[in-house]
């Protein structure tokens, strides 16, 4: 197959690139934090079996625990109520998982203001440069908020509540309903901006992207070694049957030629 072939000499060449765009998972990686009187996810933990030892002399593996959506992770329709009679993580078509992908960039924004929010407008003028968006494909939205690493600097909480960039509800809706894109993929901790729980509706990317049959991808990191077009990411979760989501392991290929 000379296609694949040619795939595969780019790759070995550095003609492509493969970036990765996942977090570590670790007990230190930011989870979401949700009000109290809500159900909580859980932090990753490694639990040993055995490492070379009377528990296992030739072998070292663990158990694990963590929630659905901890780390880089991917949101599935049937995460929000809007879309909760839609695919499961396991039921997404494997078409999805390798898609194109744009980078619309607004660290310069972000680093004016934490709250700063991505307005159809911002969009509508990327595409005026860039072209149009790609059908099937991500929008990939660099903020600059991956170098937080840590908890509290990834939630930025205050008095008045967690501050993080986001898309505006009325962006988060175009972008599910009036866009040829199957999903955004973002750096902070979830879709949503820090204040989308007050937004109208309340975290409106879960609910128009999710209810849309769209997707998520939360945590990335390395978008700044992306390009604005051209890209092609690979988002590949868990197959969890029934699950909401999964931890994923998201790379892009980028053409070096």
Excluded at 90 to 115: K, M
Excluded at 161 to 170: D, I, Q, T, Y
Excluded at 242 to 249: A, K
Aim: glycine residues 10%.
């Amino acid at each position: 197959m000379p296609v694949l072939s040619d795939l595969l000499a780019a790759l070995r060449s550095g003609a492509v690139e493969i970036v990765d765009l996942t977090a570590p998972l670790s007990a230190q990686t930011p989870i979401l934090e949700l009000p109290e009187q809500f159900g909580q996810t859980a932090r990753f933990e490694l639990e040993e079996i055995s490492r070379y030892d009377d528990r296992g002399p030739a072998w070292y593996w663990n158990n694990f625990r963590t929630g659905e959506h901890t780390g880089t992770h991917f949101d599935a329709p049937n995460h929000w109520v809007t879309g909760r009679e839609l695919a499961d993580i396991a039921s997404v078509p494997v078409g999805a998982l390798v898609a194109p992908a744009v980078v619309l960039d607004v660290v310069d924004q972000v680093a004016q203001n934490p709250d700063f929010l991505i307005e159809v407008e911002h969009i509508e003028a990327f595409v005026a440069e860039h072209g149009p968006l790609p059908d099937g494909g991500w929008l990939l939205c660099r903020t600059g908020w991956s170098a937080r690493t840590t908890q509290a600097e990834m939630i930025n909480r205050d008095d008045e509540g967690p501050h993080s960039p986001g898309l505006s509800a009325e962006a988060a809706r175009w972008v599910a309903e009036e866009s040829p894109l199957q999903g955004i993929g973002v750096e902070t901790v979830g879709t949503d901006a820090g204040a989308a729980g007050g937004f109208d509706p309340l975290f409106p990317c879960h609910h128009y992207l999710m209810g849309s049959g769209k997707y998520g991808l939360s945590q990335l990191r390395n978008l700044d070694r992306l390009p604005p077009t051209g890209a092609l990411v690979i988002a590949s979760p868990l197959k969890i049957e029934t699950g909401s989501g999964s931890p994923t392991r998201v790379l892009a290929l980028v053409d070096r030629s």
